[in-house]
């Protein structure tokens, strides 16, 4: 109690007995403090626009010039530039599309190959063999992206992480409803000490089941899109060609030699691999 009032009026005389330029100096002091701390604030945000505004500038640059381009090409007639544009409009897609296509295919290599894994770790439990043995069995195995995933987890265990982070890891790697939740089965049954064997055999069993009603699934739906698929990659063409020439000889040439060229060596190839990519896409994963 005493020490505190001796703290308030120490404080009071301090207060007191401050010279008032001492006190514009503080509160110079503290405006400068301010006015920097607004200056860096306002000099990270103009950094961070420009940033985030700077590829879409570009993009939208590319995007108006190539469709200028091409408007360009149809009122000129000029069907090598119309070609050209094609070509980097298809190059450009690609480029912007393959990365999240690849990351996508890793992680169903990677959920297609989980059942396998799982049983595999549990036949090893059941054998007596531990857990950091049992999942080095997959990551030395056959199972594709599969191992990969589980040598990371391995070489994480190795340096320093508990099993519980390591596999909360991997789930972060692979973004999937099926990885967390087969994390989250593996974490509560080592957090409670339940049969970690008997865990893995029963997910296993489980996805494997809902793999074969999907792929059931999957073929019934296949026998109609490969009819769909025989009309338009085969039918068409071959009925727009044989019309073109029963039309040439009848009137004359209709349609230019550049642009028969584009259709048949461009165009229908293009949508038939589109239509091939569409039916991968349908493939069924977990």
């Known amino acids: 109690m005493i020490r505190e009032i001796i703290t308030k009026i120490g404080s009071l005389t301090i207060k007191l007995y401050t010279s008032p330029i001492d006190r514009i100096n503080r509160n110079d002091d503290e405006e400068k403090y301010e006015n920097n701390k607004i200056n860096k604030e306002t000099i990270d945000k103009i950094l961070n626009t420009n940033k985030k505004e700077n590829p879409k500038k570009i993009n939208n640059n590319i995007i108006i010039s190539i469709i200028s381009l091409m408007i360009i090409a149809v009122i000129f ?26 990351e996508e295919n890793r992680q169903k290599n990677v959920i297609s190959q989980l059942p396998y894994g799982l049983r595999q770790i549990s036949i090893e439990l059941k054998a007596g063999i531990g857990l950091f043995d049992a999942i080095k069995t ?119 030699g550049e642009l028969l060229l584009v259709l048949y060596l461009i165009f229908f190839p293009l949508i038939v691999m589109t239509m091939m990519l569409f039916i991968r896409r349908l493939k069924p994963t977990l």
């Open 77 to 102: 007639k000029n069907i090598i530039l119309l070609e050209i544009l094609f070509i980097i409009i298809i190059t450009i897609i690609f480029y912007k599309t393959y990365p999240k296509i690849k």
């Open 138 to 256: 997959i990551a030395h195995g056959d199972y594709g992206q599969l191992s990969k995933e589980f040598n990371i987890t391995l070489e994480e265990i190795h340096y320093g992480k508990n099993y519980e982070e390591a596999f909360e890891s991997l789930a972060k790697r692979n973004n999937k409803k099926i990885m967390k939740k087969t994390v989250n089965q593996i974490i509560r049954t080592l957090n409670n000490g339940g049969n970690l064997a008997k865990t893995l055999n029963l997910l296993s069993k489980e996805y494997m089941h809902e793999m074969k009603i999907r792929y059931k699934e999957y073929s019934e739906k296949l026998n109609a899109i490969m009819l769909l698929y025989m009309f338009i990659a085969v039918l068409i063409p071959v009925i727009l060609f044989i019309m073109i020439i029963a039309a040439t000889t009848v009137i004359g040439p209709i349609i230019q």
